[in-house]
């Protein structure tokens, strides 16, 4: 059942067209992820579905019922805001409580919620603590108990990790994550963060220019991309032009550089001849230790980058440009070692791991 509904709705700020005829769906009680880079249009959207930004045309629906023209107190959503927007002055009791004084008229037990939310985010403790004297992560607990003691529909998510530091940030991921599957709330969450929206979400719904390119599992999109542009932006990629050598049964031989390699046509026409761009992820490009096989090929190693727990290495094959790989440091080579520049390396691709697009696209994921 959806729960958000947004139906061909647009919003210009002067000459610029920030949300172009946008229409999307989130379904009740799924963490979902508006993601893209700054100005694709995904915190306008955001706004407009909380009430403090206006729509020029469309219709925004929260449950089945038209929103539009809800003032932001009357809607059974509430936000999340990136900078926290605590009450210096007042505890975190009265932070947390400060909501059950407004709303839509519901009748909540006032200290049995604030007592739930307490408990809820494990800071009874610091029941009595102002936010100066909380750390950062104890704030945005304060900042996510007010927006959910209300129990709203919705909870709307504007960059909420982004004043952390890598390490909380990584921890807070998991405890947002495992807090809306206790709660069974919906949360819509705005980020640019890719990494994040892969851990987080149950859809990532992926925007640009104000449109929506691709919506699906963070799995769907990372394996199986649409478009050359989610396969760009939803973590690396290698997008690499060639053309089709020859097709034989459920495979195509596609030629790169000085390389060639079998890769799965997954029902992809096969015109010899025919431009093609292969994705293939870096962690999906290994050493060779075995026999060479079709889908095997060879290059020379230009670059190397110490990356902790794996080395990433780029691979001259002849192409316009090197290819990308990640290879952990437990997997060595034939010869027991990590390439080193220089070196002549074989390497394999799993053939059902290539994503194909037709046509030459730059790294960017654009024709």
Known sequence: MDIIELQQVTKT???????????????????????????CGKTTTLRMIGGFEYPDRGHILLDGEDITDFPPHTRKLNVMFQDFALFPHMTVEENIGYGLRFGDGRKLDAAKELKKALDMI??????????????????????????????????????????LD?????????????LQQRAGLTFLMVTHDQAEALVMSDE??????????????????YNHPATPYVASFLGASNLVPGRVESATGGSL???????SLEVASNGRSAEVGKP?????????IGLHRREITASSFSGRVTESFYRGEAMQILVDVGAKAPLSMITPLSWKGARGE????????????DPDSVVLFDGHVDASGEA
């Open 13 to 39: 700020f002067g000459t610029l067209t920030a949300v172009d005829n946008l229409s999307l769906s989130v379904k009740h009680g799924r963490y979902v992820t508006m993601l893209g880079p700054s100005g």
């Open 122 to 163: 494990q800071l009874g403790h610091k029941a009595r603590s102002k936010p100066h004297e909380l750390s950062i992560g104890q704030r945005q607990r304060v900042a996510l108990a007010r927006a959910l003691v209300r129990h709203p529909k919705v909870l709307l998510l504007d960059e909420p990790l982004s004043a």
């Open 166 to 178: 890598a390490e909380l940030r990584a921890t807070m991921q998991i405890e947002l994550r495992e």
């Open 204 to 221: 990532i719904i992926v925007m640009k220019d104000g449109v929506v390119v691709e919506s699906g599992s963070p799995e769907d999109l």
């Open 253 to 259: 031989r596609i030629a790169f550089g000085d390389a």
């Open 276 to 284: 093609i761009t292969m994705s293939i992820r870096p962690e999906r």
């Open 338 to 349: 990590i390439p080193k520049v220089g070196d002549r390396i074989e390497l394999h691709v």
